[in-house]
């Protein structure tokens, strides 16, 4: 793999000038690109991201119907009159049974649909697990070259394990509503590792303050401090999602931890939604003093470096003619008896290893 | 990935004031259950909210449902904003009560095939899953 600007082909060429004149088309056409790895998606990432980083990233996680995306359309309204561009790009499960999907996050933003100053993209799964698709990173990354200041991120929300986020964005607020159960049932969702922000939302249903009170008690608890007025010490522990270990480069999550706010809202009359916003200019401000927006960034920097090492290892690996052949070859050994899948693993990867050509 | 395993994305679009999108939402578990992305944003939109969404969301296909009676204005308003926007390559289909000269008509104005009342959903995936075959070819 040799990515370069000079490798764009004519159309992608083409496409890039006019992502860099802001056309909105060519940003859409650009994330197709990406999600769909056509051919030379990486050349064009490589040139775009090329200028460095600005946007903020917020993710938005929690069960279905908490109303995450009448949340991200509230925010998205806030930063808006603040004058900033607002990126969204909202992740909805690909259907195991026809591989299609029913994208319907937009329904809550419909009164952001011809801002131009917004850009709205659905994304189905398409089999991915984690809470994103398998690009949506990289398309949030389009969205940062492209100009926005500020991506807000929904993961898919139907209660799998949605650590990706982590590795996506530098805030996570998880939305939990008074009918998605206790407090228990979002320690054992695996929520309370990966939340900056709390926010019960539909508080204006009862129950919410009962769940606003268990929260804050399990924080206090899974921080070690039930018993004591000492503030809450929150590590979130990013490197444990991330493929490789960070070791020596990552800094020890600073002393001066943060607190994990609880908040609660009412996205559709607005209530609770300052301070939300608040929440999470909060959280700004204590990861740059930190220094864990570094850390965050060098960690996330890290799993996008290993994420496409491996995609293109595997992708080489299966596209090789000698590996094809050692495989044919291989189930025939393990069909007679002659070897075990370790066996054909291995000449596998010595053939791999051995032949180190160009790489494309 | 080569470009025919690719999923073919769908605006299922609902334009107008009338009040109700069950035909509108069974298109658009139809189309899911085809195999295709749809993108599903409500009721009541504007030719501007849909060609918005159309172009963010890169759809191969806009599949507008139109019962008002509107469909003369509202077919030819789409595609324009559409061209305008650059996506003059999306297959701009639908349904609702339109008279056969109607049909003719829009069809003359580049606009794909409408289907009358009661098609078969599977009828109108066949036509997309054509369309999106032959336009590849080009
Ligand atoms: N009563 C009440 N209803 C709300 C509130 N916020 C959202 N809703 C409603 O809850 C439903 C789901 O809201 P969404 O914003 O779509 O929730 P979501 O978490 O994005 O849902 P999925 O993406 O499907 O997981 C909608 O009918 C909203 O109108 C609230 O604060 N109070
Ligand atoms: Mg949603």
């Known amino acids: ?360 | 990935m080569t470009e025919s395993d690719q999923k073919i994305r769908v605006l299922v679009a609902k334009p107008g004031l009338d009040g109700h999108d069950r035909g509108a939402k069974v298109i658009a578990s139809a189309f899911r259950d085809a195999g295709f992305e749809v993108i599903y944003t409500g009721l009541h939109q504007t030719p501007e909210m849909i060609v918005s969404a159309a172009v963010q969301e890169d759809v191969d296909v806009v599949a507008m449902s139109v019962l008002s009676g509107a469909h003369m204005t509202l077919f030819p308003r789409v595609k324009k904003l559409l061209d305008e926007a650059g996506a003059d390559d999306v297959l701009l289909t639908g349904g609702g009560i339109i008279p056969e000269d109607d049909v003719a008509t829009l069809e003359a104005q580049g606009i794909g095939r409408l289907f009358g009342p009661g098609t078969a959903t599977t009828d109108a995936i066949a036509y997309i899953r054509e369309w999106y075959a032959s336009r590849e070819l080009v």
């Not at chain 1, 790895?37 to 040139?47: A, P, S």
């Not at chain 1, 490197?239 to 999550?253: I, L, Q, V």
């Not at chain 1, 994420?307 to 189930?331: I, T, Y």
Request: charged fraction near 25%; charge should be neutral.
């Open chain 1, 1 to 360: 793999m040799h990515v370069s600007e000079n490798r764009l082909s004519v159309t992608h060429t083409r496409l890039l000038d006019q992502f860099r004149g802001g056309k909105p088309l060519a940003l859409a056409r650009a994330i197709s690109l990406v999600e769909n790895q056509r051919e030379g998606f990486q050349d064009f990432l490589h040139t775009v991201l090329a200028t460095g980083s600005r946007t903020r990233r917020i993710g938005f996680t929690g069960p279905p119907g908490a109303g995450k995306s009448s949340l991200v359309a509230e925010l998205a309204r806030a930063y808006r009159q603040a004058d900033e561009h607002v990126g969204i790009v909202a992740v909805d499960p690909t259907s195991p049974y026809s591989g299609g999907a029913l994208l319907g996050d937009r329904i809550r933003m419909n009164e952001l649909a011809t801002d131009p100053g917004i850009f709205i993209r659905s994304m189905a799964t398409r089999g991915s697990l984690g809470g994103l698709a398998a690009t949506t990173k990289e398309v949030i990354d389009l969205m940062d070259a492209f100009g926005f200041e500020r991506v807000l991120v929904e993961t898919v929300g139907v209660g799998q394990t949605e650590l990706e986020i982590t590795a996506a964005a530098d805030t996570v607020v998880v939305v939990l509503v008074p009918e998605s159960g206790d407090a228990i049932q979002a320690m054992k969702a695996g929520l309370m590792e990966i939340a900056d922000v709390f926010v019960i939302n539909k508080a204006d249903r009862p129950g919410a303050d009962r769940l606003l009170r268990e929260i804050r008690q399990a924080i206090h608890l899974r921080t070690g401090h039930a018993l004591s007025d000492v503030p809450a010490h929150h590590g979130v522990d990013l490197s444990r999602m991330m493929k490789k270990e960070a070791t020596e480069d990552a800094p020890a999550p600073h002393e001066g931890g943060w607190q994990i706010p609880v908040l609660k809202t009412t996205a559709q009359t607005g209530e609770g939604v300052p301070e939300l916003l608040a929440a999470i200019v909060d959280h700004r401000t204590w990861l740059e003093e930190s220094g864990e927006l570094v850390r965050r960034r060098r960690l996330r920097a890290r799993g996008r470096v290993s994420d496409v090492v491996d995609r293109e290892l595997h992708r080489l690996a299966w596209a090789s003619p000698e590996v094809q052949d050692r495989m044919a070859r291989g189930l025939d050994d393990i069909q007679e008896g002659r070897g075990t899948p370790y066996s054909v693993a291995d000449t596998i990867l010595r053939a791999l290893l051995k032949d180190r050509g160009p790489l494309r």
